[in-house]
């Protein structure tokens, strides 16, 4: 009798933990679909204030950017100011430029965090870009609103400059089941894939951004013997550049037949890869507009 007592305390115990487990489970399932569905929600906000200013951008007295292409030759009038997270300001000179700052102010408005915008037409990736460069992994799982959220948001390395950008801005964000943030990168293992989406257009508060993809890796994080990607932000001498262009080139998955050189600018994407213990999969872009 003592023993079937025993046994049946032991049941109980057992019954009441996976009831417990059951229950912490449900819990955490609701709450990511919850704060996914409330960024969600945010996001096509975020989208639609941009949407309302995409065809009405102003222009302000200015420099042309990284690189000049949306300068007009008209002179004379007042400069307008504004800033950004890094504290940048229009600067006063004699030519009229098209940035992108008053499409983006809405957003700069609400999050002075907010640094600009990453779309690939086709895909899901159509994100605000956050930078903070004194806690780089803020937005890990923060929506632009403050919130907890599983998701997070784009965020740039800390390592890296915008305004005027670092020659390589490396952009990271999660791998989500649900295809949102940067799942959508590990589609570009399949060169098909890519040929229908070789484009990756990234508008920083200052310059409009057209990129094409020149190389896609795979790497890890677990690993002496890794790639440190991330160690490339800018290059100081030609030599740094061809290390880190060389060895992307050589351990792409394909060749894109998209080259660059020392002089260009890039655009590295980072998201997690699970073929892999500890996978990163790494797209690489150049600035070709």
């Not at 098209?98 to 990453?118: A, E, Q, T």
């Not at 200052?206 to 094409?212: I, L, P, Q, R, S």
């Not at 890039?266 to 699970?274: A, I, N, P, R, V």
């Amino acid at each position: 009798m003592s023993k079937w007592s025993i046994g049946r305390k032991i049941s109980l115990i057992a019954l009441v933990v996976c009831c417990g487990v059951l229950a912490f489970s449900g819990y955490k399932i609701y709450e990511y679909n919850k704060t996914s569905t409330e960024e969600k929600a945010e996001l096509d906000d975020l989208r639609s204030l941009i949407q309302v200013q995409y065809n009405n951008d102003d222009a302000y007295y200015g420099e042309g950017g990284d690189s000049g292409n949306n300068l007009d030759n008209t002179t004379g009038g007042n400069s307008t100011s504004g800033g950004n997270n890094s504290g940048g300001t229009i600067p006063n000179n004699n030519h009229i430029t098209k940035v992108p700052y008053f499409r983006y102010k809405p957003l700069v408005d609400i999050n002075s965090d907010f640094c600009g915008w990453i779309k690939i037409e086709g895909t899901n990736i159509d994100y605000p870009v956050m930078h903070t460069p004194d806690d780089p992994q803020k937005y890990l799982h923060l929506s632009f609103y403050g919130k907890y959220a599983w998701c997070g948001l784009p965020f740039v390395d800390g390592k890296c400059d915008i305004a005027p950008n670092s020659d390589n801005v490396i952009i990271y964000a999660h791998h989500m089941k649900d295809g949102s943030m940067f799942q959508n990168l590990v589609n570009y293992t399949d060169k098909a894939y890519y040929t229908q989406h070789s484009t990756v257009l990234f508008d920083t508060l200052w310059n409009y951004g057209k990129y094409e993809i020149i190389a896609v890796v795979k790497t890890t994080v677990s690993s002496k013997d890794s790639w440190r990607f991330d160690k490339y932000v800018n290059f100081e001498t030609e030599e740094e550049f061809l290390e880190f262009y060389n060895y992307a080139k050589e351990h792409s998955l394909y060749d894109t037949g998209v080259t660059a050189e020392y002089d260009d600018k890039f655009l590295t994407l980072s998201t997690c890869e699970y073929s892999q213990n500890n996978g990163r999969l790494v797209v690489i872009a150049k600035k070709v507009n």
